[in-house]
T-cell receptor, first 116, second 116 residues
Framework: AQSVTQLGSHVSVSEGALVLLRCNYSSSVPPYLFWYVQYPNQGLQLLLKYTTGATLVKGINGFEAEFKKSETSFHLTKPSAHMSDAAEYFCAVTPISSGSARQLTFGSGTQLTVLP | EPEVTQTPSHQVTQMGQEVILRCVPISNHLYFYWYRQILGQKVEFLVSFYNNEISEKSEIFDDQFSVERPDGSNFTLKIRSTKLEDSAMYFC??????????????FGNGTRLTVT
């Protein structure tokens, strides 16, 4: 079984400040890890993913995330927040094993507010 | 960029009625999915579909639910007799393959189902 915990259902930052959205996972096998973003009235858009290789992955819109196996974490960061980053962010995992590689398990989401 | 499209964006129905939610996946994708998000809760996997049959389904996907690919482009989710607790945002997704390392899920904008 696998689960995803996102600490903080709401995060507020000032424009230009660092964005840090936390994600921890629990999985019996090493997972693939994803961050999705949902802008108002839109679907889930893939920001970035970790599958293998370099543990620091870069995504769209200046976001990046680092996979830390020892901490079972995959926190999302952006050095300088922009007003357009205001959205809901979801962390998700799927096991590497082929048996259930099709489905994603999502965290409960973090609503990011960017203050002027 | 190709998109997954869902119709309608909002559906209101009375308890006990049948509803069909429609999705047009990305044209060259082979795997199709339904997820749902009850207000304030996590995005949850419902079902995956490949080669005209269900690949996986969650415990949520009971006999009241069915999926179909009636033609070469549409993918539908039917709820036979809606209950109040079926009120949620329903997301359709598609992917080229089952391998999440190189074939991420592409999500539609969702259909908000309200059961009264």
């Amino acid at each position: 079984a696998q689960s995803v915990t996102q600490l903080g259902s709401h995060v507020s930052v000032s424009e230009g400040a660092l964005v840090l959205l936390r994600c921890n996972y629990s999985s019996s096998v090493p997972p693939y890890l994803f961050w999705y973003v949902q802008y108002p009235n839109q679907g889930l858009q893939l920001l970035l993913k970790y599958t293998t290789g370099a543990t620091l992955v870069k995504g769209i819109n200046g976001f990046e995330a680092e996979f830390k196996k020892s901490e079972t974490s995959f926190h999302l960061t952006k050095p300088s927040a922009h007003m357009s980053d205001a959205a809901e962010y979801f962390c998700a995992v799927t096991p590497i094993s082929s048996g259930s590689a099709r489905q994603l398990t999502f965290g409960s989401g973090t609503q990011l507010t960017v203050l002027p | 960029e190709p998109e997954v499209t869902q119709t309608p964006s909002h559906q209101v129905t009375q308890m006990g009625q049948e509803v069909i939610l429609r999705c047009v996946p990305i044209s060259n994708h082979l795997y199709f999915y339904w997820y749902r998000q009850i207000l304030g809760q996590k995005v949850e996997f419902l079902v995956s579909f490949y080669n005209n049959e269900i690949s996986e389904k969650s415990e949520i996907f009971d006999d009241q639910f069915s999926v179909e690919r009636p033609d070469g482009s549409n993918f539908t989710l039917k709820i036979r007799s809606t209950k109040l607790e079926d009120s949620a945002m329903y997301f359709c997704a598609s992917s080229l393959s089952w391998d999440r390392s190189n074939s991420p899920l592409h999500f539609g904008n969702g259909t908000r189902l309200t059961v009264t």
